[in-house]
């Protein structure tokens, strides 16, 4: 797989934001958005795994294409979940359907011709998220970077889907990575900026929904003040 990485260069003004695993939760997205209050200066970086498991990956998909349109600095990192999906479509028809129906995300695709096709937008969208993106404070990825690996940086298999990683200071140029793919109880996120460590995650399991008193927000880490901004869940039924 080839590699998709990209290098932000700082910003005088505004805030640097990174959003973690949304999976599904459209309503929520719009919430935490408001909450965010996005301005001209600020840049926005949002770390993968935006379909499947909650009620409305279409929605999701459409309020970022969307604001993608109307902000300059808006970055989509490549999770887990959108890697395989999109291999899959190259896959044959029934096997594709079989996954649509299983992510919930058959509202994706038209018909043309009796052909089940996704929609140009979402396959343009999901082609472009990137694997890894690095700024002067920081790295962000979806899942994390093997560090005991000679090319931890080309390693894409494990940007995707490891589900731990040791930190490397020297290798991580002592800024630390910011990433989602493994649910984290909020005390654990919250710890982990309070102390400025080099492994920061930020998935709380929004799509688990709000019942549960650790999890269940969607969760942004203003890392330019050290702040998280939160958001819980507020899907139909709140559990999933």
């Not at 934001?17 to 408001?34: F, N, P, Q």
């Not at 080099?198 to 650790?214: A, M, S």
Request: proline share 3%; aromatic share 12%; charged share 30%.
């Amino acid at each position: 797989m080839a590699i998709k990485k990209k290098y932000v260069d700082p910003i005088k003004e505004g805030r640097q934001l990174l959003v973690g695993d949304i999976h599904g939760c459209a309503r929520t997205l719009e919430a935490l958005l408001s909450k965010i209050n996005l301005v001209t200066d600020d840049q926005i970086f949002f770390v993968g795994d935006y379909i499947n498991k909650g009620p409305d990956s279409k929605g999701v998909l459409d309020t970022l294409i969307d604001l993608n349109k109307d902000h300059n600095n808006v970055y989509f990192l490549r999770g887990n979940n959108e890697s395989y999906f999109y291999r899959t479509l190259k896959k044959n028809e029934s096997r594709v359907l079989r996954l649509a129906r299983r992510y919930k995300v058959e509202d994706l695709f038209t018909y043309e011709r009796s052909d089940f096709y996704l929609r140009k937008k979402y396959r343009k969208f999901l082609k472009s998220t990137l694997h890894y993106i690095e700024s002067d404070d920081f790295f962000v990825v979806h899942a994390g970077f093997d560090f005991k690996s000679e090319i931890p940086f080309y390693n894409t298999f494990d940007m995707l889907w490891m589900r731990n990683f040791k930190p490397n200071k020297k290798l991580q140029k002592f800024k630390p990575v910011v990433h989602g793919h493994k649910i984290t109880p909020i005390k654990q996120i919250r710890k982990a900026i309070k102390k400025e460590k080099y492994d920061i995650p930020i998935d709380n399991g929004c799509v688990l929904g709000n019942d549960k008193k650790d999890y269940g927000r969607l969760i942004c880490y203003d890392i330019t003040n050290r702040i998280l901004i939160e958001q819980e869940n507020i899907e139909i039924g709140n559990s999933f």
